[in-house]
Structures are given as structure tokens and as C-alpha cells.
């Protein structure tokens, strides 16, 4: 009887794993590659007037940031896409963080994204917005909003969905503006 009991629990622990595994799996599967823009098609920042100010009440314009390779990441800590996302982009910071400035921006309560951010253990600063950004942002997806800017000011990668943050297509821009 006992036996029967154990191998029932590690079936059901298998189970549970199993799932776990595959829900996280599938919600990384529905996130998009992020897209280069062509040359041609690419937009040039002429304006980094840009207030901002962090979690930890410091404030500062994005016109510091000029000349430097910027990415900026909107996010929600209440959407699920969004977070498997971020888990993508922490990734990417971490590998990129001393050589390309991460602007990560949120309207959500700040001791909840400070909770967040403890829970999955992300170090990547994160902004609120005190004026509007130097881009054009669509409201309905501003959660998914993510753009590279290149030393020149070009936008080179502008998302309003969802993308893999970890993948070798991100790596080699990135790389490739940080040389």
C-alpha cells in the first residue's frame, strides 16, 4: 500500500513539473522576434528631451543619453506576456548592462514593481514617465513598447508587441552598435 502511495505522489509531482515546464515554454513560444528596420525606413531622434525619474526618486533627462546606444522597454508587471518577456530582456541586460543604456519604463504602483522586481530578481533600472518620450507610442500597446536607438539617434528596432529578447538576431545588433 505504501508503494502504491509513493509512485501515485511521484506521478503526480511529475505531473506538476511536467506542466509547469511547458506553461512557461508556451508563453515564451508566443513571443515574436524583434524586427531590424531597413535603413531607409529607419527614424532619427532629434529630440532627447526626456524626463524620467526612477524607483529610487532620482530624476534625469534622456538628454545625457545622447550618443549612447539606448534601449527602451515599456513593461507590465500584471501581463503575462509581458512578463515572460522581461524574464527575455533581464537576459539581455545582463549581458549588455556596461555597454548600452536600458531605460525601462512602467505607470504601475511603485512598492508592487519593486516587489516584482525583487521576486524574479531583476536588477534593471526602471522609469517613470514625467513628460512625453521622444518617440510615438500607440496607448493600446504601450506595454509591449520597446525600441533600439543607435549612437547616432536612429531608431533601428521599434516593437509594439511582445518579443524574445533573448535570441541571436538581438545579440548581433546589439552587438554590433556597441563596436
Known amino acids: 500500500m ?21 506553461s512557461k515554454t508556451s508563453k515564451l513560444s508566443l513571443l515574436n522576434e524583434p ?7 529607419q527614424q532619427v531622434l532629434k529630440d532627447y528631451n526626456w524626463k524620467l525619474i526612477g524607483l529610487t526618486g532620482k530624476s534625469f533627462n534622456l538628454l545625457v543619453k545622447t550618443n549612447n546606444v539606448i534601449v527602451v522597454k515599456y513593461f507590465s508587471i500584471s501581463d503575462e506576456l509581458c512578463n515572460a518577456e522581461m524574464e527575455t530582456f533581464n537576459t539581455i541586460y545582463e549581458e549588455f548592462k556596461t555597454k548600452i543604456d536600458f531605460i525601462v519604463v512602467t505607470n504601475e504602483d511603485q512598492l508592487k514593481v519593486k516587489q516584482y522586481l525583487e521576486k524574479e530578481g531583476y536588477l534593471f533600472p526602471v522609469f ?12 493600446q500597446n504601450n506595454i509591449y513598447k520597446s525600441i533600439v536607438v543607435s549612437r547616432k539617434g536612429r531608431i533601428i528596432v521599434d516593437n509594439s508587441e511582445a518579443v524574445n529578447w533573448d535570441c541571436d538576431e538581438i545579440r548581433e545588433i546589439l552587438d554590433g552598435l556597441t563596436k
Open 2 to 22: 505504501k508503494n502504491k502511495i509513493l509512485i501515485l505522489l511521484g506521478l503526480c509531482s511529475l505531473l506538476i513539473i511536467t506542466f509547469l515546464y511547458f
Open 35 to 41: 524586427q531590424l528596420i531597413s535603413f531607409e525606413e
Open 128 to 139: 517613470y514617465s514625467l513628460s512625453e518620450p521622444p518617440f510615438k507610442i500607440e496607448p
